[in-house]
């Protein structure tokens, strides 16, 4: 049997602002729409599903995110997710400039949970709470000195 992974799908407060912070860090929206009827009750099993959803895609093309806001039933506010708990945990990022992501991600009032880590001297990384509380995880290949 083949497998493909196609997407990450996250729930969100606010889609807007949302689509704002992935494609400051350089996603790209692909695809939107508003979603109900018959074959999303099926599909996701909620009666009366009604939803804004929002594809966007990393730049190389292989990462797809599927945002998506509950118009009905009403979205359901939880506390933010915590490294360490089990389930659906964080979306990760390759980066080319860690500094610079961060910028970013601080313009939307975004910031490392605690700092940001050297990793056997191969990457610097770090978490940063997104919006809706979504974990986010920023990696920075480093690169070995020239000579």
């Not at 400051?24 to 959803?53: F, M, P, Q, Y």
């Not at 970013?104 to 490392?112: D, F, K, L, S, T």
């Not at 990384?125 to 995880?137: D, E, F």
């Amino acid at each position: 049997m083949a497998i493909k992974l196609e997407n990450v799908g996250i729930a969100v407060r606010d889609l807007e602002a949302t689509i704002a912070f992935f494609t400051d860090l350089g996603l790209t929206v692909v695809g939107r729409e508003t979603v109900s009827g018959e074959w999303t009750d099926t599909a996701v099993g909620l009666d009366g599903n009604h939803a804004k959803i929002a594809m966007l895609q990393t730049p190389d093309g292989h990462g797809t995110l599927e945002l998506f806001e509950y118009i009905h039933p009403r979205a359901i506010e939880t506390d933010p997710t915590l490294p360490n708990e089990i389930g659906m945990h964080r979306v990760a990022f390759s980066v080319d400039d860690i500094d610079e992501a961060l910028e970013i991600a601080a313009r939307h009032g975004c910031h490392p949970l605690r700092g940001v880590a050297n990793y056997a001297d191969v990457y610097k990384l770090t978490y940063v709470r997104g919006p809706s509380g979504i974990l986010v995880m920023l990696a920075q290949e480093l690169k070995p000195p020239a000579g």
